[in-house]
C-alpha cells in the first residue's frame, strides 16, 4: 500500500513538471484571434462571458479567453468541448 502511494506521488511530479514545460510551449503556439473574426452570439465555455478581448484560438480551432484557457490547461491537457490534446 505504500509503495502505490509513492509511485502515484512521483507520477504526479513527472506530469506536472511536463506539464510546466508544455503550457510554456504552447503559450507560443496559440493563435490571437481578432474580435471581428467571432461570430456575435460566441461566449468563452468557461467562464461564458461574451466579452471579446485577449482571445486565443487553440489547435482544434475552438476559441477562449487567454485568462481562461491557460489555468485550464494547467489542469487539463485538453480542450473543454472537445476533448482534443492540446498539449
Known amino acids: 500500500s505504500d509503495d502505490s502511494d509513492s509511485d502515484s506521488s512521483n507520477d504526479d ?8 514545460y508544455s503550457i510554456k510551449k504552447l503559450s507560443y503556439k ?3 484571434v ?3 473574426e467571432i ?3 460566441w461566449n468563452c465555455t468557461i467562464c461564458l ?7 486565443v ?4 480551432n475552438h476559441i477562449y479567453h487567454n485568462k481562461c ?9 485538453d480542450c ?5 490534446k492540446i498539449l
Open 13 to 20: 511530479t513527472f506530469y506536472y513538471s511536463y506539464s510546466i
Open 30 to 32: 496559440l493563435q490571437k
Open 34 to 36: 481578432n474580435k471581428n
Open 39 to 41: 461570430d456575435g452570439n
Open 49 to 55: 462571458d461574451n466579452h471579446k478581448k485577449d482571445l
Open 57 to 60: 484560438k487553440l489547435n482544434c
Open 69 to 77: 484557457i491557460m489555468p485550464w490547461i494547467k489542469k487539463n491537457p
Open 80 to 84: 473543454p468541448l472537445c476533448r482534443v
